[in-house]
């Protein structure tokens, strides 16, 4: 009697059967494509909707390869709402809230990780109920705060009312959490004051999470719409989203304009994920788990 030694998953690669491993491999890629497809695709119409007249995008069937309205639509958006100016005055509010906004949650973060003061886990507590309250609830009494300081048509009234943000503050905390308290203990002993201490030896190891913050403040201000909209009234202070939102009319939009400023404003964007994409995901891993 002969017994074979050829192992039931041997036998079924001779068979001409795929193994289990590289079935789901191809059930992965195919899956991860199909997933590429659906986030690119609105990404290439868009780019090639904003070089077409509105009577050209709504044609059928819709384009798919580039027109020649490309410069028309600048025109258009330059015209109408000064898309110069807008432009610059997005760039110049997101970069400066995110320098704000960055020092002020990577500061919270250290002090509510490595400092123990007495209501500090309830404090922090009562910071992260801001992650579940819509913003809309604090309109009304933000824009009363604004109207009474007088900063209404101001960038400080875009940019402060934010400043302390509850997921930036998170996720600072938890990644300063995992350095080890032997390591500020050793800088304090070698004579580093707080501040030195804070700059020399806490902050060149979270780079990782100052990138990850950068990105989600950056992006966080760059695309807001709703608090600008209220608290800006003059056109030339105006940033991207709330110029676009007032080329709708109501009997003529201009859509070819309105497709062409989203392409624009989307270039600052992938430019600063490109720049720091490498510290992006190790960063936002650092700030999930608590050393």
């Known amino acids: ?14 068979d001409g059967r795929r193994p289990t491993r590289a079935g789901r491999s191809i059930l992965l890629t195919s899956g991860l494509a199909i997933t590429l497809a659906a986030v690119l695709i609105p990404f290439y ?23 020649d309205h490309l410069g028309d ?12 100016r807008v432009a610059l005055n997005s760039l110049f509010i997101a970069v400066l809230y995110t320098l704000c906004a960055g020092t002020v949650c990577t500061l ?9 003061f007495r209501g500090s886990d309830a404090l922090f507590g009562v910071l ?11 309109l009304v009494p933000l824009f009363k705060l604004m109207a009474d300081l007088e900063w209404l048509n101001t960038y400080q ?29 050793s800088g304090r002993m070698d004579g580093c004051g707080e501040l030195s201490l804070f700059l020399k030896v806490v ?26 909209l209220i608290v800006l009234r003059d056109n030339a202070s105006f940033t991207i989203p709330v110029a676009l939102a007032s080329l709708q009319g109501v009997d ?40």
Request: charged share 10%; net charge positive.
């Open 1 to 14: 009697m002969t017994i074979s030694t050829t192992s039931p998953r041997r036998a079924r690669n001779r």
């Open 45 to 67: 119409w868009l780019v090639i909707a904003s070089t077409h007249s509105s009577g050209e995008i709504f044609g059928s069937p819709p384009p798919l390869l580039p027109g």
């Open 73 to 84: 639509n600048l025109a258009s958006l330059q015209d109408t709402v000064s898309f110069g």
């Open 108 to 116: 919270a973060g250290y002090a509510f990780a490595k400092y123990r």
């Open 128 to 138: 992260m109920l801001g992650l579940v309250i819509p913003a809309q609830v604090t």
């Open 157 to 185: 009234a875009v940019i402060m009312p934010n400043l302390a943000l509850p997921f930036g503050i998170f996720l600072m905390r938890q990644s300063m959490g995992a350095l080890p308290d032997e390591l500020l203990d």
């Open 203 to 228: 902050l060149p190891p979270m780079k990782p999470a100052l990138a990850a913050l950068g990105i989600f403040l950056f992006l966080f201000q760059w695309n807001d719409f709703v608090w600008p």
């Open 252 to 291: 003529d939009t201009d859509y070819g304009a309105i497709l062409t400023g989203t392409a624009v404003a989307a270039i600052p964007m992938a430019l600063v994920f490109l720049a720091l994409q490498r510290h992006f995901v190790s960063g936002l891993l650092a700030g999930a788990v608590k050393g």
